[in-house]
């Protein structure tokens, strides 16, 4: 509700992985006291349940953005802001995992350049869901102290991002990749020419943190092979590393790796 002489900010928010039980507290207040709700992704879906039935919920058609539109060139989304904003009601704008990765930063640019004041509130990222559902170790005290986080969709011809990722996993660090199905081929290929060994492991979760969550193991050398593997549905989040490995599997997720075919039955 609009408030007379009150400038709300707006509130970029993480929904985390898509289950509303792991939204953060101070997340879900801002979703339930939102005037209107922004969003252009169906995995945040699942937390609009918790707005308030007077919240106005308007999905931006991601599909109608040009290739070449960036968020500060005038994208709907960042219309749609404007919009709500200057009639003074509370704006939340809804971003899947944590909103300060992967583009994150290109919205509070363009918010900066419009005078528009805002505040970001963290949200748990795909990986991180992904490593607690499994009780993965991603790093490991003295021995692995480096996460790199890589988004796949974006490597050129060149994949130097992937080439200089390679050198840190050589060294036992761990990397998490995520939009890489289609890729994967490729970044196989890249990281074995980089010196990463065959036979690291590789661990695949798709709906991470959600009820439809399924995982599968392999390794760099054999994934692209491996039909269970390749067999998860977008979107997927990958971890690949030296001390990568899974401990255990919640009684509520489903499982494609042949370690735990059998987990469950009498």
């Known amino acids: 509700m609009k408030q007379k002489g009150i400038i709300n900010p707006v509130f970029i928010v993480g929904t985390g992985p898509g289950d509303p039980e792991l939204l953060t507290m101070r997340a879900e207040r801002l979703i339930r006291e939102a005037d209107v709700i922004l969003y252009d992704c169906r995995a945040v879906e699942a937390v609009l349940g918790r707005a308030s039935a007077k919240a106005t919920i308007v999905n931006v058609d991601r599909a109608a953005v040009k290739q070449d539109l960036t968020f500060e060139e005038n994208s709907p989304m960042l219309e749609a802001i404007r919009e ?14 944590d909103p300060t990765l992967f583009g994150g930063a290109d919205e509070c640019d363009a918010l900066d350049r419009e005078g528009i004041p805002y505040q970001v509130v963290p949200g748990i990222s795909a990986g991180s869901a992904a490593a607690a559902g499994y009780a993965m170790p ?64 590789v661990v695949a979760v798709t709906g991470a943190g959600r009820p439809h969550e399924r995982m599968a193991e392999s390794t760099i050398g054999t994934m692209c092979t491996d039909e269970r593997f390749m067999s998860l549905d977008e979107p997927v989040v990958y971890m690949l590393g030296r001390h990568v490995r899974v401990r255990m599997v919640r009684a509520d997720s489903s499982t494609l790796s042949p370690l735990f075919a059998n987990c469950g039955k009498a």
């Not at 709500?84 to 995992?97: E, N, S, T």
């Not at 003295?142 to 130097?160: H, K, P, R």
């Open 84 to 97: 709500h904003y200057l009639k003074g009601l509370k704006v939340v704008r809804l971003k899947a995992g």
């Open 138 to 201: 991603i790093s490991r005290k003295g021995e692995s102290c480096v996460v790199v986080n890589l988004i796949a969709d974006d490597l050129d011809e060149d994949a130097l991002p992937l080439r200089q990722a390679a050198a840190l996993l050589c060294q036992g660090f761990t990397m998490t990749l995520y939009m890489a199905k289609t890729k994967l081929a490729v970044i196989s290929r890249i990281l074995e020419q980089e010196g990463v060994s065959g036979h690291l492991p």
